[in-house]
């Protein structure tokens, strides 16, 4: 692979983990609001909208399992090609302190 292709599957994997990032984020909200409706439904003793409050949340925590094992992966393969590397067009300094800003969801 190229420098330049290299650079761009990098920029590619950084991206989509970020998305992901974004998407865990997002589904963390959504568990806590139906935590808190499944809380309320207890507490005002709705029996039928405490099972489907749960049901929401496990489907939500089910979601949140999978995305959060294609962040790992995406991680684990941009560590990895980092590692690999050796090309320094590709990973000079200031390059590398970009991708790190953007791995840490600095910037998107």
């Not at 590619?12 to 439904?41: C, H, Q, Y």
């Not at 067009?89 to 953007?102: C, D, I, P, R, Y």
Request: no cysteine.
């Amino acid at each position: 692979m190229k420098a330049d292709e290299k650079k761009d599957y990098l920029l590619g994997l950084i991206t989509a983990r970020n998305l992901v990032t974004k998407d865990i984020r997002s589904l963390e909200d959504e568990a806590a609001k139906w935590k808190g409706r499944a809380e309320l439904a207890r507490s005002g003793g709705a029996p039928d909208l405490l099972g489907e409050a749960e049901r929401e949340l496990e489907e939500i925590e089910r979601r949140l399992a999978g995305l959060k094992e294609e962040e790992q992966s995406y991680k684990g393969e941009i560590e990895a090609l980092q590692r690999r590397s050796t090309e320094p067009s590709v990973f000079g300094n200031a390059a590398l302190e970009e991708l790190k800003a953007k791995m840490k969801g600095e910037t998107f």
